[in-house]
């Protein structure tokens, strides 16, 4: 049990100044905030005992805030890492589920026909190229030849020509013409 501190009769217990309610302003309540907190410091028995008892929280503050910090650094580290654990977990499962895919034979059957275009022997498979730019309204053919007019494939140049320059020897020329001439002072202003 705590025993109570014991005051001298010399000394008399200090008064209590009763409190005073503050008008609902904001400023004045500010006022009557500071006016308490003073009230208050003046109430306590400062002594060496109090000093150093406020003087040892503050350093213990200053000494475990930076662990503390650490510590909230590392509980959020973990926790980063454990959901990245999870979500190579839920991959890894998910890889797992597709491996098993591969020993069933018709899934098999249909990504080779999807991914590789394979048929079974007999059968004929159908491969619409460019099928986006289909005009259903063209009664002229096959889409094959539709496709062909677009790029006017159906027409072979009968003539033959040749370029005036050999490009060949011009880029020799230019990079020797690079390695021996000097820039003009015109050139370099």
């Known amino acids: ?19 005073v309610k503050a008008p609902a302003r904001g400023g ?9 907190t003073r009230e208050w410091l003046s109430s ?6 109090t000093a150093t008892v406020l003087i040892m929280i503050v350093l213990g503050v200053f000494t475990l805030a930076p662990a503390v910090q650490n510590w909230f650094t590392y509980q959020q580290k973990i926790a980063d890492m454990r959901t990245q654990v999870q979500q190579t977990k839920d991959a890894l499962a998910q890889m797992k589920t597709d491996l098993k895919r591969w020993d069933d034979p018709v899934y098999v059957r ?13 059968e004929i498979s159908y491969l619409v190229m460019d099928a986006g ?32 320059d050999n490009w060949v020897d011009e880029i020799v020329g230019s990079v020797v013409r690079a390695g021996i001439e000097q820039p003009s002072a015109d050139a370099t202003k």
């Open 1 to 19: 049990m705590a025993r109570r501190p014991v005051r001298s009769a010399a000394k008399p217990a200090p008064k209590r100044a009763s409190r």
């Open 28 to 36: 004045a309540n500010v006022k009557a905030g500071l006016a308490d």
């Open 44 to 49: 306590i028995d400062w002594n060496a005992r």
């Open 110 to 122: 249909t990504q080779a026909r999807q991914r590789l275009y394979y048929v079974l022997p007999g």
């Open 133 to 164: 730019s289909v005009d259903t309204s063209d009664t002229s053919g096959t889409v094959g030849a539709m496709l062909a007019d677009k790029r006017n494939n159906l027409e072979i140049s009968k003539s033959i020509t040749s370029t005036k």
